[in-house]
C-alpha cells in the first residue's frame, strides 16, 4: 500500500514536469494552420458576412396588418358585412325602424357636460 | 462581421467557430492560437516526434476548418472534438509504423523548456516522454490525455471512443507500466533524494 502511494508520487513528479514543459508551436506551424483556415474561408464556399436582404413590400405589409391571421380576421369581416348587406336578419328591419328618419346625431351621444368644457376653454 | 482580435480571445469556442464559419478573419487567428499548441502537444507526446506531430496538428486544424459550416453549437466540446481527431490521426501513423520496437523508437523530443525549468524537471520530462513510448498505443493517449493534459475520464472516453471503465483500466495498467519503465532511472534522477527530503 505504502509502496503503490510512493509510485503514485514519483510519477506525479514525472507528469508535473511534462505539465510545466508543454511542446510549443512555432510561429511557422501556425502561420500554415492560420494561412489554412484563411484559404478555407476563401476557397470552400464560406459564406461572406453580407447585409440583410430587401423585405418586399408585400411582406411589410402583411406584417403591419398582423400576418396571416391578421389578413384572414379582415377578409372574414368584410365578407360577413357584404352577406348582411344582401341578406339581413329578420329582426334588423324592426331594429332600423327605431333611427330617426334624418338619421342620428354624434351629438346625441356627447356628455352633457361637454359643451360647458369648452365653453370654459374658449373663455 | 471583423471583431477586434483582443474581444475574440474571451469568446465560447462555439460562438469564434461561427465567426469563423461567417468569414470573419479574427475568429481563424483566434481559434488557431488556441487549439493549435493543444493538437499539437498531444500529437508530440504520443508520436515522440516533432515533424509527425507537426503535420498531425496542421492536418486536424484543417478539419476543424472543414467541419465549421455544419458544426452545431452545444451538441460537442471542440476541444474534444480536436483531441477525438488528433488521436485518430497519430493511431493512424502509429499503425503504419508497425511494430515498434527500441531501435525504432525516435529519440525523445528535446521540450522546449521554459527558463527557470531545473534540469532535474527537464531530466523528469525527458524520462516520461520516453517511457511514454513504449507504451501501447491506447495506453499511451490515455495517460497523456488524463494526466499530462489534465482531461477528465468521460471526456477521453469520448476521445477514445471506449467506455469510462475501460479509460480507468488503460490509465491504470499505462501507470503501472510507466511505473516499472521509469524505476531504473530514480536514483539517476535525483527522486530518491526527494523523498527522503519530505
Same mark, same amino acid.
Given at each position: ?59 411589410? @405589409? !402583411? /406584417?403591419?396588418?398582423? +400576418? ?9 369581416? %368584410? &365578407?360577413?358585412? #357584404?352577406? =348582411? ?11 332600423? @325602424? !327605431? /333611427?330617426?328618419?334624418? +338619421? ?9 357636460? %361637454? &359643451?360647458?368644457? #369648452?365653453? =370654459?376653454?374658449?373663455? | ?198
Amino acid at each position: 500500500m505504502t509502496k503503490a502511494k510512493s509510485d503514485d508520487t514519483d510519477l506525479g513528479l514525472y507528469f508535473q514536469a511534462a505539465q510545466h514543459q508543454p511542446p510549443i508551436a512555432n510561429e511557422a506551424l501556425l502561420a500554415r494552420v492560420l494561412a489554412d483556415a484563411l484559404a478555407a474561408q476563401t476557397t470552400h464556399g464560406f459564406p461572406a458576412p453580407r447585409a440583410q436582404p430587401a423585405v418586399p413590400l408585400w411582406r411589410q @405589409l !402583411l /406584417a403591419a396588418l398582423g +400576418g396571416w391571421q391578421g389578413v384572414g380576421g379582415m377578409a372574414t369581416a %368584410g &365578407l360577413v358585412g #357584404v352577406w =348582411l348587406g344582401f341578406s339581413p336578419p329578420a329582426g334588423l328591419d324592426a331594429l332600423a @325602424l !327605431l /333611427a330617426p328618419a334624418d +338619421g342620428l346625431d354624434l351629438g346625441q351621444f356627447a356628455p352633457a357636460y %361637454g &359643451l360647458d368644457l #369648452v365653453a =370654459l376653454e374658449e373663455g | 462581421m471583423q471583431m477586434p482580435f483582443d474581444s475574440l480571445t474571451e469568446l465560447s469556442d462555439d460562438a469564434l467557430l461561427a465567426l469563423f464559419a461567417n468569414g470573419d478573419a479574427g475568429a481563424a487567428r483566434a481559434l488557431t492560437l488556441r487549439f493549435t499548441p493543444r493538437a499539437l502537444a498531444h500529437a508530440q507526446r504520443v508520436l515522440g516526434d516533432a515533424a509527425e506531430a507537426e503535420d498531425v496538428a496542421q492536418e486536424a486544424m484543417m478539419r476543424l476548418w472543414r467541419v465549421a459550416p455544419e458544426w452545431r453549437s452545444g451538441e460537442a466540446q471542440v476541444s474534444t472534438w480536436l483531441y477525438r481527431v488528433v488521436a485518430n490521426l497519430c493511431t493512424d501513423r502509429l499503425r503504419k509504423r508497425r511494430t515498434v520496437d527500441i531501435d525504432s523508437v525516435p529519440e525523445p523530443v528535446d521540450p522546449r523548456l521554459s527558463a527557470d525549468a531545473s534540469l532535474q524537471q527537464q531530466e523528469r520530462a525527458a524520462a516520461l516522454h520516453e517511457a511514454l513510448l513504449h507504451l501501447p498505443d491506447r495506453q499511451r493517449q490515455a495517460v497523456v490525455l488524463r494526466h499530462i493534459e489534465g482531461l477528465t475520464n468521460p471526456q477521453i472516453a469520448t476521445i477514445l471512443g471506449v467506455g469510462v471503465e475501460a479509460v480507468e483500466s488503460l490509465t491504470a495498467r499505462g501507470k503501472r507500466a510507466l511505473g516499472r519503465l521509469l524505476l531504473g532511472r530514480r536514483t539517476a534522477l535525483g527522486l530518491d533524494d526527494d523523498q527522503s527530503e519530505k
